[in-house]
């Protein structure tokens, strides 16, 4: 921790501060904190600088972790050795399996956290971390000498000197918030913006843009009738996020189901000229898959209804979350159109939707390990980066952490790619493709997703995070003790059993009984046949952890789909292994296309696998580069 003195010399005061650190990051959001977390862990002794103590790992728009491809993110990020898995275990109020109906790659873990202690929670974690100091001030100026960082400076005008720092500032850089004709320029909940730091990363030659998001209202839980509405109960006996936590979560309180009606869309379509995004007032980008009610109605005019969730913010307060329902309009307007939502006639606000303005970074601006191009050190993550979500901000924010600390180790970065992860995925295509919209993940543009499924993220990642420093031995033991069932559990599967022992099973679930004995393993490729079948019914099972069994079962049932995928893997890396040189000038090329020049002088990719994924650049210009590397 830092050591303050305070001496007096004729009557000045002088502050004596540790001001030297190995790694500073900047913002202490989702980001933020897996990335302080991360370096802190591995040993690199860091600096974690906050607009607001109070703001530490705070949920503006939904108290939500997880969902649809973003359960994914957040197994990884447990996987590798991060936090938010085991907050959101600790402090989940609901917690529900999405997509039960679908295969088991789109199965997605999600959550309703208390947003309350999980922001409490998670600042104690930072507080009881050994190597992390942290303090609440704003970030004026990343100083950089010959290409590298050395520190940073305050608007206090305090200076602190490091080799590293990750900036992870969210959407407070210059944010503004607006409600119908009136704005102001604060963060999201009316925490206090960034204002100067923009500046600075312009003056460091990072290409800036400015997006937009937004959140629906707040209103008083005792104003609600619920009668009118679908209960949302959370689902029993799901495993957790960590695959550190031991049990199940227990739900403590339910969402509830309503629509909006023929008089909301009356009401928005009536008043569409008063809308700052459609009377010109927003000019920033918001993001496509999370749009406001009144941008809903607008481009679906023909549907009659919209769902709308009401979702509880906490157990300390009777605020709750209208899901659907994101606006900018006036707050009059806002009053007349939720009032016209089922359930909603009479509820009372107490907190006002809003639209939110913030710069953010061209993302092409990074290499693969986000770290800034040509500024050695400099790392960036989360919305920044023109990402939207709380997962995606805490999966690019370890994965900085983990580059900035291989940095400060003085080896190569640690890359995880579209074949191994969710956050790879995301960052590739942050990196390799850029975004011109708030980007989400979404498991359709995992292209390996039947791979890359929840429950074996720590199959997939641990050993990257072992090989890190992240990974301790609790869960390295923990890991290894699940490599080794899995190892017994695909041997046994391999017993034959007799028709006669089977065969009750088998026509209780309505399965034909074949004369001769199966294999479990030929059982479980039956379609009615699932683990849980197997393990109220063999003794052989009793003695697994039944996780692990239902794990296995899903790769013996997908296993022609898995194998298929290996092989396109397997053909991939091909173009992984040709590597192209970081100084090499497309444009001296002969064959390129222009475009495939000034793109591939852009990005700079890694390798012709890289380069293949990105916009402009065609097959024929992939074999002009076949053709350069095999002549050099």
Avoid at 28 to 34: C, D, F, L
Avoid at 534 to 551: G, Q, T
Wanted: with cysteine; proline share 4%; hydrophobic share 35%.
């Amino acid at each position: 921790m830092p050591i303050f003195i305070t001496k007096c010399y004729n009557g000045a005061m002088s502050e004596i501060y540790d001001k030297n650190y190995d790694a500073i990051v900047v913002g202490a959001g989702h980001a933020g904190v897996e990335a302080a977390l991360a370096l802190a862990r591995i040993g690199h002794k860091t600096l974690i600088v906050t607009l607001s103590l109070n703001a530490i790992s705070f949920m503006p728009c939904n108290p939500c972790i997880g969902g649809t491809s973003k359960g994914h993110l957040v197994r990884e990020i447990d996987a590798l050795g991060g936090q938010m898995g085991l907050s959101t275990d600790k402090n989940a109020l609901q917690i529900r399996m999405l997509n039960c109906g679908k295969g088991a790659a789109v199965q997605s873990l999600r959550a309703q956290a208390d947003k309350t202690l999980y922001h409490l929670y998670m600042k104690h974690v930072l507080e009881e971390e050994p190597n992390l100091t942290i303090l609440q001030g704003e970030v004026s100026n990343i100083l950089v000498e010959g290409g590298k960082v050395t520190g940073i400076k305050t608007t206090l005008g305090q200076i602190f000197y490091c080799k590293s720092i990750v900036v992870a500032t969210g959407v407070y850089l210059n944010a503004n918030i607006i409600i119908g004709d009136w704005s102001q320029k604060v963060g999201p909940n009316g925490f206090a913006a960034a204002t100067e730091l923009t500046k600075s990363l312009i003056d460091l030659g990072i290409p800036t843009r400015r997006f937009k998001t937004g959140t629906p209202a707040r209103i008083d839980k005792a104003s609600i009738d619920f009668s009118k509405m679908e209960i949302q109960n959370g689902d029993e006996k799901l495993y957790p996020f960590s695959f550190m936590t031991e049990g199940f979560i227990e739900n403590k309180q339910p969402c509830y189901l309503t629509y909006t009606t023929e008089k909301t869309k009356e009401i928005i379509l009536r008043n569409i000229d008063r809308s700052p995004l459609y009377n010109g007032s927003i000019h920033s980008i918001g993001p496509r898959y999370c749009p406001s009610i009144e941008d809903k109605i607008m481009r679906f005019q023909d549907k009659e209804r919209h769902q709308i969730f009401i979702e509880p913010e906490s157990s300390f307060t009777n605020e709750m979350y209208v899901q659907g329902m994101s606006s900018s309009m006036p707050f009059d307007v806002q009053i007349e159109m939720y009032h016209s939502v089922i359930g909603l006639e009479h509820c009372r606000f107490l907190r006002y939707a809003y639209a939110i303005e913030y710069d953010c970074i061209d993302s092409l601006a990074l290499n693969p390990s986000l770290m800034v191009k040509g500024i050695d050190g400099l790392f960036l993550a989360g919305q920044l980066n023109g990402s939207s979500g709380y997962e995606e901000a805490a999966g690019q924010g370890i994965y900085a952490g983990i580059n900035a600390s291989q940095y400060l180790k003085g080896e190569d970065p640690i890359i995880l790619t579209r074949e191994n992860s969710y956050i790879g995925v995301l960052v590739d295509d942050l990196v390799t493709k850029g975004t011109n919209e708030p980007y989400r993940m979404m498991t359709a543009r995992a292209e390996h997703r039947l791979l890359l499924r929840q429950e074996n993220a720590d199959i997939r990642l641990t050993p990257i995070g072992r090989k890190a420093g992240l990974v301790k031995d609790d869960r390295w033991n923990k890991y290894l003790e699940k490599v080794n069932q899995t190892k017994d559990i695909y041997e046994m599967l391999n017993t034959s059993i007799s028709p006669k022992i089977y065969g009750p099973l088998f026509e209780k679930l309505g399965e034909s009984i074949p004369s001769n004995g199966l294999t479990y393993k030929a059982m479980l490729k039956r379609s009615n046949i699932e683990a849980k079948d197997l393990i109220d019914y063999f003794d052989d099972f009793k003695k697994f952890n039944p996780r692990y069994i239902e794990e296995v079962a899903v790769e013996v049932k997908y296993e022609g789909y898995l194998n298929k995928e290996e092989n396109i893997i397997s053909n991939n890396k091909k173009l992984e292994n040709k590597v192209l040189p970081e100084d090499l000038d497309y444009s001296t090329i002969l064959g390129l296309r222009l475009e495939a020049r000034q793109k591939l002088n852009k990005i700079k990719p890694l390798n012709l696998a890289q380069a293949s994924r990105i916009s402009g650049v065609s097959p024929s210009d992939i074999t002009v580069l076949l053709v350069y590397l095999s002549k050099k």
